[in-house]
């Protein structure tokens, strides 16, 4: 009986082996549990995707001349880190346990968290039993880089970072930069400079392959840097997540449901919040995967909300002012600019703008009259004044300290440019949740922040983008060390 039960056991592991062989679709399914505990779904987009990764495996493991790059754009939250730089490694190593493989994100924590589950995987009893000729070797088996006994490599990396002496038969860039690195021009062109020095970390460039798969941030992403260099030599696949001209291949918008890539993951509930979090630009980019072209208004007036007064004071409570200043110190109008100042609270998850000034006053005059407006604006002894830390900005904020007993700190000293800030902003103003106080300000302190970049000035646009990274993006323990 116990030879029946050991025969039938072994057959049970021969024929699962040859399936996960044969289907990479068979090997996610048989290996899901191992680095997700969730409940799987397999929406039709997996299978394809597995699918056409077993297509390029067949050049990879033959060692062929590559048929083409591979490019996958499709929205957050679809699994594609999971089949393409978590399972598709510990697979390949199924069909040649040889092969070298780089993986690349836009940050080391993340590419080494996506090789530390393929490791899992291929340490797992499961795919020991059913592939005991794939063992890591254990004084080379790190978090970041491994190595099997067959000689068999999966390095990783990320975007500026370096793999000096390292090739590949197989590169796999996924996320090569973030949403928010997508707003800097400089990070795109390093994530793009980066794309190419992967380039050469190839065993043979006839023939390494690189898949880049990611969601679209701008028009001069990866993606759009790789199409525009030699887009006839890579297969791209776009799949948004709504119907729409941009599916690739045309033929997939028949798989879609109800105009919906994934009904389930990204049901319409899901997609209508996700809009409201990212604003049109941003979910036009994530989920459509088809980025607005920078140029134009950024902000429109009729993102901006109103409110009374009154309405705001019955609201409002105990909630203290926040008041942030750009300084300039000049009292020529035509020559320089001036000192911009608004007056900002947080009710729930919106912003209040209470009031708002300009000045152009020299360093004195300026002294006397920012406390004066300050306090005759809602100031209390729980209110800040927070003011930019450049040149001008350092001298207000030391003398306001020694000849006053306000709470003067300084805004966070940016490492963006004012436009990428205003971007990261503009999903907050775009969903409704910036109030302006009913008051003669709102005119000129709109007409600056949705005519910027054309505009002759833009102190608004920093105090803007100040106050909602402050009030509703960081934390009161990072805020309060700025005091001391």
């Known amino acids: 009986m116990s030879n029946t039960i050991e025969i039938s056991n072994e057959l049970l ?11 990479f679709f068979e090997f996610v399914q048989s290996f899901w549990s191992v680095v997700i505990k969730e409940v799987p779904q397999y929406n039709w987009h997996i299978p394809y995707l597995c699918e056409e990764l077993q297509k390029l495996s067949v050049s990879i493991v ?43 994100s836009y940050s080391a924590e993340l590419s080494t968290e996506h090789a ?8 797992s009893d499961k795919y020991k039993s059913l592939f005991p000729e794939v063992v890591i070797r254990r004084d080379k088996s790190g978090k970041e880089n491994y190595e099997n006994t067959a000689t068999g490599a999966r390095y990783t990396t990320s975007t500026g970072g370096t793999i000096t002496g390292k090739h590949a038969h197989v590169i796999i860039n996924d996320d090569p930069l ?148 750009d300084t300039a110190f000049t009292d020529k109008k035509k020559e320089n600019d001036p000192t911009g100042i608004i007056g900002t609270c947080r009710i729930g998850s919106s912003v209040y703008v209470t009031g708002a000034i300009k000045v152009f006053k020299k360093f004195p005059d300026l002294i006397r009259f920012l406390p004066k407006w300050c306090l005759a604006s809602g100031y209390t002894n729980n209110s800040t004044i927070r003011i930019e830390p450049k040149a001008n900005g350092i001298s207000v904020i030391d003398q306001l300290r020694e000849s006053t007993r306000l709470n003067i700190t300084r805004t966070t000293t940016p490492n963006n440019s004012k436009k990428e800030r205003l971007e990261v902003s503009s999903p907050t103003i775009e969903c409704g949740r910036v109030y302006l106080v009913v008051d003669n300000w709102n005119e000129e ?32 323990a990072q805020e309060l060390s700025n005091f001391f």
């Not at 607005?292 to 309405?311: H, L, M, P, T």
């Not at 007409?447 to 934390?475: M, Q, R, W």
């Open 116 to 123: 530390v589950k393929s490791r899992d995987i291929i340490q």
């Open 13 to 23: 592991t021969a024929v699962e082996r040859e399936a996960c062989q044969n289907s």
């Open 178 to 325: 973030n949403p928010k690195q997508a707003a800097s021009d400089v990070q795109r062109k390093e994530a793009n400079e980066h794309t190419k020095t992967l380039s050469s970390r190839k065993v043979d460039k006839s023939k390494t392959p690189t898949i880049t798969i990611m969601q679209r941030l701008h028009e001069s992403d990866v993606t759009g840097y790789l199409i525009a260099k030699k887009g006839e030599n890579i297969r791209h696949i776009c799949l948004p997540a709504e119907s729409n001209g941009d599916v690739r291949p045309e033929s997939l918008r028949d798989n879609y449901i109800n105009g919906l890539l994934d009904p389930v993951r990204l049901s319409r509930e899901v997609l209508d919040e996700a809009l409201v979090d990212l604003g049109s630009r941003g979910y036009a980019g994530q989920y459509g995967q088809s980025p607005v072209a920078d140029g134009g208004n950024i902000i429109k007036n009729e993102w901006f909300q109103y409110i009374s007064r009154a309405d705001f004071e019955r609201l409002r409570e105990l909630e203290p002012i926040v008041f942030f200043a």
């Open 445 to 476: 302190f709109v007409d600056e922040i949705c005519g910027f970049p054309n505009k002759t000035h833009d102190e608004y646009v920093d105090l803007i983008s100040y106050a909602i990274e402050y009030h509703l993006n960081t934390t009161t």
């Open 62 to 104: 033959n060692r062929d001349k590559k048929p083409y790059d591979l490019i996958i754009n499709i929205p957050p939250g679809t699994t594609k880190s999971t089949i393409v730089t978590i399972m598709f490694p510990a697979w390949l190593w199924t069909q040649d346990p040889t092969l070298r493989i780089i993986t690349n």
